[in-house]
């Protein structure tokens, strides 16, 4: 016992000695004020959305060499820590807890999936440390506090948007839903989407759930084909719908199946293959987009990543980096409080997935675009839906009334496509598509299931 | 009526892999009296090594066929099988006069360092398995119930490896060997029966039989990753008990009822209700009769 206890003061006397030397440390970067910028990155590196973290790591570290290229901030270098959170949202909180306490990060960017920022938001409104998720759409995460700020639009807006396409482009008066229990995300699409297709005048006429990580789902599939539904929402994680798409055909299910960005992942169609092809979902971006800015965009990432496609979470975490060093640049000085208030202000940032303003519940305000699986998994830009009260002010950036004549809404300033895009077959969303995301805003629900339930022994 | 039947055969399908994996419980608890709960990882190895044969070491998955998927099979067989040898040799052997609690930690440290070990080797990500030249959306109908031929796959090879295992316990010298050890290990002992030998043999045997139902889990449900033993196993685990552990067509039995009520609480009930419900019913076998519906109520000798 007494050894015990000698060995614990050492602990204590180690670890006592290690923070006055962190703290030394902290206080010449304040004085010598050239020492690099600390930003803290939390992502799943690896689980079973692994594509969501590294692909988010690529594009902040572009936005990053771009910035530290061209002078830094205020003269200052930005170093990015980036920590793995092995898809798991505790981790996520233990990361955030570590880059904010021992790593001293200024601001923190990440997670993607909802339920997991929920995990981190917490720490960083608790530190004062400004958090800007790339692509945790669930409303909830900016609720946490006034230090929480997101790079892309919420949940409400995307269950709108398909329920719009649904019924405008598609026009499907009867849809079926199957959704993830287990995950925010998924729960809240499945909501606004079910309110959304019914005030427009269709009928959701099956409504399921599962639990991620199952790996059978004919019993519900079986019920919602007797149901007879003209398409399937799913707005779940991507791993999950590629075995859903499967077995939706297996079971004789061939209606087209919806969803959201949860998709956007090479691994969706390795696991779900043909079943998914005809299959629509709503996204941040799609690299088919022939506007300037988003093909300058492609380019880049591909160069610097030996010719890698972007995804919208690569895109996106592009677009958080780039607006939290926006902001940084018009700070007063690099202190949490002073980077929050400047992010708040962001009005207009040109991100390559549109033009992004904090709305006053510090969400971003910009379109989406409606994508298609197409044969051999290749995603098909289907449309673009814009939020109300967006202004179509550049040309280069205005939706594309008619993708299969980008030509004429794009004038000559417009490059052709991208080679090998595939015409898309179906046609853009009627012009009516420009309408409220203020109405979807305040249907949006407030509930949702406990987070970071995770299989035990 | 034809919805119902639809659910039955999937569950059906779903019972005859939970039954194959529930042999390997059932066998080693027979012989050895004890619960082997890294036996659903055994079951997540063979469908990983599965996946290595088809995808990484050969590219019998671009190209699929029957001769590829059973040379695949048993390249996964051959391996499953030696990993139950050697966690028996290194992991149980040794432990065997201690109290049975030591084992039964052992089993459950065997099953966690299968799959994080699983999660370290393999990397977490899931991978597609496609091995066979069939996919499940290959069927055929009957009476307006379709049935994927990978269906037909999962029952009809589950049937025919529990009649071989069923001649081999009642009908070779070796099966006879370990039913002795299973009554009694230190008379057979005595009969000149070599213990660690027939207790190998059941090990390597039942990890074989795991790694078949790792090949038909991944061909039926395509996704293969570290964890995916974890829910299977012990949903097979029920089986075995639910059927009476030690008992084999108890096992058969256990894995289909537990597919069937699976499947049919998904489906008329809530599919969150789906695992509850598995677990109810082993938690009620175990109150209504603890030795399980084809378990002999043999009293145990102390």
Same mark, same amino acid.
Request: charged share 15%; aromatic share 8%.
């Given at each position: 016992?007494?050894?015990?206890?000698?060995?614990?003061?050492?602990?204590?006397?180690?670890?006592?000695?290690?923070?006055?030397?962190?703290?030394?440390?902290?206080?010449?970067?304040?004085? @010598?004020?050239?020492?690099?910028?600390?930003?803290?990155?939390?992502?799943?590196?690896?689980?079973?959305?692994?594509?969501?973290?590294?692909?988010?790591?690529?594009?902040?570290?572009?936005?990053?060499?771009?910035?530290?290229?061209?002078?830094?901030?205020?003269?200052?270098?930005?170093?990015?820590?980036?920590?793995?959170?092995?898809?798991?949202?505790?981790?996520?909180?233990?990361?955030?807890?570590?880059?904010?306490?021992?790593?001293?990060?200024?601001?923190?960017?990440?997670?993607?999936?909802?339920?997991?920022?929920?995990?981190?938001?917490?720490?960083?409104?608790? @530190?004062?440390?400004?958090?800007?998720?790339?692509?945790?759409?669930?409303?909830?995460?900016?609720?946490?506090?006034?230090?929480?700020?997101?790079?892309?639009?919420?949940?409400?807006?995307?269950?709108?948007?398909?329920?719009?396409?649904?019924?405008?482009?598609?026009?499907?008066?009867?849809?079926?839903?199957?959704?993830?229990?287990?995950?925010?995300?998924?729960?809240?699409?499945?909501?606004?989407?079910?309110?959304?297709?019914?005030?427009?005048?269709?009928?959701?006429?099956?409504?399921?759930?599962?639990?991620?990580?199952?790996?059978?789902?004919?019993?519900?599939?079986?019920?919602?084909?007797?149901?007879?539904?003209?398409?399937?929402?799913?707005?779940?994680?991507?791993?999950?719908?590629?075995?859903?798409?499967?077995?939706?055909?297996?079971?004789?299910?061939?209606?087209?199946?919806?969803?959201?960005?949860?998709?956007?992942?090479?691994?969706?169609?390795?696991?779900?293959?043909?079943?998914?092809?005809?299959?629509?979902?709503?996204?941040?971006?799609?690299?088919?987009?022939?506007?300037?800015?988003?093909?300058?965009?492609?380019?880049?990432?591909?160069?610097?990543?030996?010719?890698?496609?972007?995804?919208?979470?690569?895109?996106?975490?592009?677009?958080?980096?780039?607006?939290?060093?926006?902001?940084?640049?018009?700070?007063?000085?690099?202190?949490?409080?002073?980077?929050?208030?400047?992010?708040?202000?962001?009005?207009?940032?040109?991100?390559?997935?549109?033009?992004?303003?904090?709305?006053?519940?510090?969400?971003?305000?910009?379109? @989406?675009?409606?994508?298609?699986?197409?044969?051999?998994?290749?995603?098909?830009?289907?449309?673009?839906?814009?939020?109300?009260?967006?202004?179509?002010?550049?040309?280069?950036?205005?939706?594309?009334?008619?993708?299969?004549?980008?030509?004429?809404?794009?004038?000559?300033?417009?490059?052709?496509?991208?080679?090998?895009?595939?015409?898309?077959?179906?046609?853009?969303?009627?012009?009516?598509?420009?309408?409220?995301?203020?109405?979807?805003?305040?249907?949006?629900?407030?509930?949702?299931?406990?987070?970071?339930?995770?299989?035990?022994? | 009526?034809?919805?119902?039947?639809?659910?039955?055969?999937?569950?059906?399908?779903?019972?005859?892999? $939970?039954?194959?994996?529930?042999?390997? $419980?059932?066998?080693?608890?027979?012989?050895?009296?004890?619960?082997?709960?890294?036996?659903? *990882?055994?079951?997540?190895?063979?469908?990983?090594?599965?996946? $290595?044969?088809? /995808? +990484?070491?050969?590219?019998?998955?671009?190209?699929?066929?029957? !001769?590829?998927?059973?040379?695949?099979?048993?390249?996964?067989?051959?391996?499953?099988?030696?990993?139950?040898?050697?966690?028996?040799?290194?992991?149980?052997?040794?432990?065997? *006069?201690?109290?049975? !609690?030591?084992?039964?930690?052992?089993?459950?440290?065997?099953?966690?360092?299968?799959?994080?070990?699983?999660?370290?080797?393999?990397?977490?990500?899931? +991978?597609?398995?496609?091995?066979?030249?069939? /996919?499940?959306?290959?069927?055929?109908?009957? !009476?307006?119930?379709?049935?994927?031929?990978?269906?037909?796959?999962?029952?009809?090879?589950?049937?025919?490896?529990?009649?071989?295992?069923? +001649?081999?316990?009642?009908?070779?010298?070796?099966?006879?060997?370990?039913?002795?050890?299973?009554?009694?290990?230190?008379?057979?002992?005595?009969?000149?029966?070599?213990?660690?030998?027939?207790?190998?043999?059941?090990?390597?045997?039942?990890?074989?039989?795991?790694?078949?139902?790792?090949?038909?889990?991944?061909?039926?449900?395509?996704?293969?990753?570290?964890?995916?033993?974890?829910?299977?196993?012990?949903?097979?685990?029920?089986?075995?008990?639910?059927?009476?552990?030690?008992?084999?067509?108890?096992?058969?039995?256990?894995?289909?009822?537990?597919?069937?009520?699976?499947?049919?609480?998904?489906? $008329?009930?809530?599919?969150?209700?789906? *695992?509850?419900?598995?677990?109810?019913? !082993?938690?009620?076998?175990?109150?209504?009769?603890?030795?399980?519906?084809?378990?002999?109520?043999?009293?145990?000798?102390?």
């Amino acid at each position: 016992m007494r050894r015990m206890s000698a060995k614990f003061l050492v602990c204590m006397l180690a670890v006592a000695i290690g923070c006055k030397q962190e703290q030394q440390g902290g206080g010449n970067v304040g004085a @010598a004020d050239t020492a690099a910028i600390k930003v803290g990155e939390v992502g799943s590196m690896t689980g079973t959305e692994a594509t969501f973290g590294t692909s988010s790591h690529n594009g902040i570290q572009l936005a990053t060499n771009e910035v530290n290229g061209a002078g830094g901030i205020k003269g200052r270098q930005i170093v990015v820590i980036a920590l793995d959170d092995q898809g798991k949202p505790e981790e996520a909180a233990t990361a955030a807890t570590r880059l904010i306490s021992s790593e001293h990060v200024v601001a923190l960017l990440g997670e993607v999936a909802s339920t997991r920022s929920l995990f981190m938001a917490p720490k960083a409104q608790a @530190a004062k440390v400004p958090m800007v998720s790339p692509s945790s759409t669930n409303e909830k995460v900016t609720a946490v506090g006034d230090y929480i700020f997101r790079a892309c639009f919420i949940d409400p807006f995307q269950g709108y948007v398909m329920a719009k396409f649904a019924t405008d482009t598609l026009k499907l008066k009867k849809a079926a839903i199957l959704r993830d229990v287990r995950n925010d995300y998924s729960v809240g699409l499945a909501k606004v989407f079910n309110d959304n297709f019914t005030k427009l005048g269709g009928q959701i006429v099956d409504n399921q759930s599962y639990s991620s990580g199952d790996v059978d789902f004919k019993a519900q599939l079986t019920n919602i084909k007797s149901a007879a539904p003209q398409a399937l929402y799913i707005p779940g994680y991507y791993t999950d719908v590629g075995l859903i798409a499967r077995q939706a055909r297996e079971v004789g299910l061939t209606v087209p199946l919806l969803g959201g960005d949860g998709w956007d992942s090479e691994k969706l169609y390795e696991i779900g293959g043909q079943a998914l092809e005809g299959s629509y979902f709503s996204n941040h971006y799609s690299v088919d987009d022939p506007s300037p800015r988003i093909q300058e965009f492609v380019a880049k990432f591909k160069k610097a990543y030996g010719g890698q496609v972007p995804d919208s979470l690569a895109a996106q975490a592009y677009d958080a980096a780039g607006m939290l060093y926006d902001a940084m640049k018009r700070a007063n000085d690099i202190s949490g409080p002073a980077v929050r208030d400047a992010l708040a202000q962001t009005k207009d940032y040109r991100g390559v997935t549109g033009d992004i303003t904090m709305d006053d519940k510090r969400n971003a305000t910009k379109p @989406a675009v409606v994508l298609r699986v197409g044969k051999g998994g290749k995603y098909e830009f289907s449309g673009r839906i814009q939020p109300e009260g967006m202004k179509e002010s550049n040309p280069a950036e205005a939706p594309r009334a008619n993708p299969d004549q980008p030509k004429k809404t794009e004038g000559n300033t417009a490059p052709n496509p991208a080679p090998g895009t595939t015409p898309t077959p179906t046609p853009a969303p009627a012009p009516g598509a420009t309408t409220s995301a203020q109405n979807a805003a305040t249907t949006g629900q407030r509930q949702g299931v406990p987070a970071g339930e995770h299989p035990k022994k | 009526m034809i919805h119902f039947l639809q659910h039955v055969v999937h569950g059906v399908s779903l019972g005859s892999i $939970y039954a194959l994996i529930a042999l390997g $419980y059932t066998m080693v608890y027979g012989v050895l009296k004890l619960i082997n709960f890294a036996h659903g *990882d055994v079951f997540m190895l063979g469908s990983m090594m599965g996946w $290595y044969a088809s /995808s +990484r070491w050969t590219q019998e998955a671009a190209h699929p066929s029957w !001769l590829g998927a059973i040379a695949v099979t048993l390249v996964s067989m051959a391996i499953c099988g030696t990993t139950g040898f050697l966690i028996e040799r290194f992991g149980y052997r040794p432990l065997r *006069d201690s109290p049975k !609690l030591n084992s039964l930690i052992t089993a459950i440290g065997f099953s966690f360092l299968l799959e994080y070990g699983g999660q370290f080797v393999f990397g977490p990500n899931p +991978r597609a398995f496609g091995a066979l030249p069939i /996919s499940s959306s290959d069927q055929f109908p009957v !009476l307006g119930v379709s049935i994927s031929y990978i269906d037909v796959l999962c029952v009809g090879v589950s049937v025919v490896l529990m009649v071989v295992l069923h +001649r081999i316990i009642f009908h070779s010298r070796t099966g006879t060997a370990m039913r002795a050890v299973s009554w009694n290990p230190s008379v057979a002992a005595l009969m000149g029966i070599n213990i660690d030998r027939i207790i190998s043999f059941t090990f390597v045997l039942g990890s074989v039989l795991a790694a078949v139902a790792g090949i038909l889990f991944a061909s039926a449900y395509r996704k293969v990753d570290p964890l995916m033993g974890l829910m299977p196993g012990l949903k097979a685990f029920v089986a075995a008990v639910l059927g009476g552990i030690g008992n084999v067509q108890g096992a058969m039995l256990g894995g289909l009822i537990l597919g069937l009520a699976e499947q049919l609480v998904a489906s $008329y009930v809530s599919s969150q209700w789906k *695992d509850a419900i598995a677990f109810s019913i !082993l938690i009620l076998i175990l109150l209504i009769k603890p030795s399980g519906l084809l378990g002999k109520g043999a009293a145990e000798k102390v």
